[in-house]
């Protein structure tokens, strides 16, 4: 390559650069801007420049603008996940990624160099699903699990220990006659489609922006700070992989790598073939790529690996991937379809987005026929026009996107498509508020957004009132017979007698639903009233506080922002609803209705409030978990690590560096003996 080959030169440079932002926004953010395809697109593309105008790889990494490890740990080169505020932990065994391909006969060719390193026919190989979480090494010494590490840069990871010890499968300790004194056991922490739903639903019940799909949130919520905030997420584990193990030579095959794993009652893969040459693994992808739609995790690919771990030693590594394994991943499922129409969703805080309307198609395993279109800009963006060809691709993402106009099928000339200035539900004129991308409806009126905002209440994260859906919901609000919350407790039986389908049972079986909700706990009352910013978390975190609705309505600024985990934003929104006159209206009227508006659990004295305890070393009088449970009780809170902050240290048998610091910044550190006397004191 000379420098004078000016356009590939810049063009590599240019790819390179647009790879480092999205490595950067992917490891360590946790938040692409762009789909796992798109960035695959780009990193094959970077590679067949590279190979084109640098055959012979003599030029430096600098010369064409490939950047070394932002370490300077050449050892090995994989994106780096490391943030500031984690403690660092050296993997035994690197973390290496994986070579990638959406071609199969680059699964061919990766057979054929590994039977020529072994002159051999036929190479026993085991083929697992590539799971889409966030990679994890587990360090167990004598069964006991010790630490749990990000992948970090491939030599050291962070230390997440706190924040995925409430996952219910991980296993705490391993038992049995097999198990190794020193293991680091890899695997892949994920979150469930169900849990990803269940908490982008709460997002935007809250008017907030939603994840995109479960592995960033999944990601995001290992590296928060606060194991606290951690544990309100359900996140799941699965184990696939050997790093480093003593003895050595422990196991002699992936697949009784495997079969260990499920012996001591570990979460494995449930989809595991052990084949004996490449067609039959080429088969079991195959089968692979139909099964997978059911499973829990999300699965972008199939992993084919070498099953004797001897071989696999022998094939050796680069510096970022093994020569011994593949990971052949599944285009994620896209087609063309018609672009009906474009229709909007007013949500409870009038938020109005927009929704494609598609001739339905069959994707990934479900029919489709609505994708989200986000908002305006980015319909404008695309350019996207009813009576379009569209292309929609589901991919981890689950919610089907639209990627792109079809342009050469646009037919004569549809206008582009203009965003409407009115609510296409109350007609008022909308607006959009500085700094956001939604267009929103001003009217608190507006029918829309009452459905909305009584399907929320009645929904099962608030007051969970059954029979009352949003069919329901609906009818009432078209017969004017609910404009408001309070106007449910109003309800007579003989009104409800005149909606389509009730006929003396179901009316009877509503009142009775909307009676039993008088006495939900007071959070859900709290939630439900649709308070902007407040969550379960955070409506449980005020009832904890302040007892009672008229404490929590006469709280000012100071006293909300007082409460750790609330923020100026919801300390704001709070005061603002309680000075509505027509929240204090309703509240006054749910009060008359009888509606429990005071905490059930005033009797506990949270004498632990404002203390931070940090707990280190083992327990033997209850788990970790109980003893977290005991502390946040008492409204004390926990984290992970030592700093001057911290109040309290547990510290049990085994204690290390926690202790030493503890001790060199004066902090009183208590033994577990001690730590259940101050519990008794209450
Ligand atoms: S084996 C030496 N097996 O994919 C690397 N990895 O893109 C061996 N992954 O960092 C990894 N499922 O986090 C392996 N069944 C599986 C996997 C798997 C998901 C992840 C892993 C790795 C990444 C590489």
Redesign the pocket.
């Known amino acids: 390559m000379t420098k004078e080959d000016g356009e590939s030169f810049r063009k590599l440079k240019e790819l390179n650069e647009a790879i480092e932002v999205h490595d950067e926004k992917y490891y360590k953010h946790a938040h692409p801007t762009i789909s796992d395809q798109e960035y695959d697109r780009l990193k094959r593309e970077l590679d067949s420049l590279q190979a084109q105008i640098d055959p012979l790889g003599l030029f430096s990494s600098d010369e064409v603008g490939v950047t070394e490890s932002k370490q300077g740990e050449n050892l090995v080169q994989?994106g780096d996940d490391r943030l500031e505020g984690f403690s660092s932990h050296q993997h035994l065994a690197?973390?290496?990624?994986?070579e990638?391909t959406y071609d199969k006969e680059d699964f061919f060719e990766f057979d054929q160099r590994l039977r020529k390193i072994f002159n051999s026919n036929a190479l026993p190989y085991a083929v697992?699903?590539?799971?889409?979480?966030?990679?994890?090494s587990l360090t167990y010494q004598n069964g006991e699990l010790i630490t749990a590490t990000t992948?970090g840069n491939g030599n050291s990871g962070d230390i997440v220990t706190q924040n995925i010890l409430h996952i219910e499968n991980l296993p705490k300790k391993i038992s049995g006659s097999s198990v190794p004194e020193l293991v680091e056991i890899?695997?892949?922490v994920f979150m469930s489609h169900e849990e990803f739903h269940r908490i982008n639903e709460e997002r935007e019940a809250l008017g907030q922006s939603l994840y995109a799909n479960p592995r960033n949130l999944a990601a995001g919520t290992i590296k928060l700070l606060d194991p606290k905030s951690a544990r309100k997420r359900k996140l799941e584990i699965?184990l696939?992989?050997l790093g480093h193990c003593e003895p050595r030579g422990y196991f002699r095959e992936q697949s009784a790598f495997h079969d260990a794993l499920k012996k001591w009652n570990a979460p494995v893969?449930e989809f595991f073939k052990k084949v004996s040459n490449a067609d039959e693994a080429w088969q079991s992808i195959i089968l692979l790529d139909e099964a997978r739609h059911a499973y829990d995790y999300p699965?972008d690919?199939?992993?084919i690996?070498l099953d004797s771990l001897d071989m696999q030693a022998r094939a050796g590594?680069t510096s970022k991937?093994?020569r011994?394994?593949i990971?052949y991943k599944f285009e994620a499922e896209r087609q063309s379809t018609l672009l009906q129409d474009i229709i909007f969703q007013v949500g409870r805080t009038g938020t109005i987005t927009p929704v494609a309307c598609l001739q339905p198609i069959q994707l990934a395993g479900t029919i489709v026929s609505r994708a989200s279109l986000h908002n305006a800009d980015e319909i404008d963006r695309k350019d996207i026009r009813v009576g379009d060809h569209v292309v929609v691709e589901k991919a981890g993402e689950i919610i089907p996107q639209v990627l792109q106009v079809e342009l050469d099928k646009r037919q004569g000339s549809a206008p582009p498509f203009i965003f409407p200035l009115n609510c296409p539900c109350c007609q008022t004129e909308l607006i959009r508020i500085e700094g956001e991308a939604a267009w929103k409806c001003p009217s608190y009126e507006c029918t829309d957004q009452v459905k909305a905002r009584l399907a929320y209440f009645s929904s099962r994260g608030c007051m969970d009132i059954e029979n009352l859906g949003e069919s329901v919901i609906k009818q009432l609000i078209d017969k004017q017979l609910v404009v408001k919350i309070s106007d449910l407790y109003e309800l007579q039986e003989k009104q409800l007698l005149t909606l389509d389908g009730f006929a003396g049972k179901s009316a009877q079986n509503l009142v009775d639903a909307l009676l039993a909700s008088k006495a939900q706990d007071f959070w859900r009352l709290l939630c439900g009233l649709g308070i902007k910013h407040v969550g379960t978390a955070a409506a449980k975190d005020l009832v904890r506080h302040f007892k009672t609705l008229d404490n929590l309505a006469a709280a000012t600024l100071e006293d909300l922002i007082a409460i750790d985990g609330i923020g100026e934003t919801m300390a704001e929104s709070i005061t603002s609803f309680f000075r509505s006159e027509f929240n204090q209206s309703e509240i006054e009227k749910l009060k008359t209705h009888g509606l429990c508006v005071r905490s059930n659990e005033s009797t506990i004295d949270l004498f632990l409030r404002n203390k931070i305890f940090v707990l280190t070393g083992s327990l033997t009088r209850q788990t970790r978990d109980e003893a977290i449970e005991k502390i946040e009780t008492y409204g004390g809170k926990v984290s992970s690590s030592v700093s001057k902050k911290t109040t309290f240290l547990v510290a049990g048998p085994g204690a290390g560096s926690k202790l030493s610091k503890a001790e060199s910044l004066g902090i009183e550190i208590l033994s577990e003996d001690q730590f259940e006397s101050m519990l008794q004191h209450t």
Not at 94 to 98: D, I, V
Not at 128 to 136: N, T
């Open positions: 994989v690197p973390m290496l990624s994986l990638n697992e699903p590539k799971i889409d979480g966030v990679a994890i992948r890899r695997g892949e699965v696939y992989g893969v699965t690919g199939a992993v690996k590594t991937a093994p011994w394994a990971a």
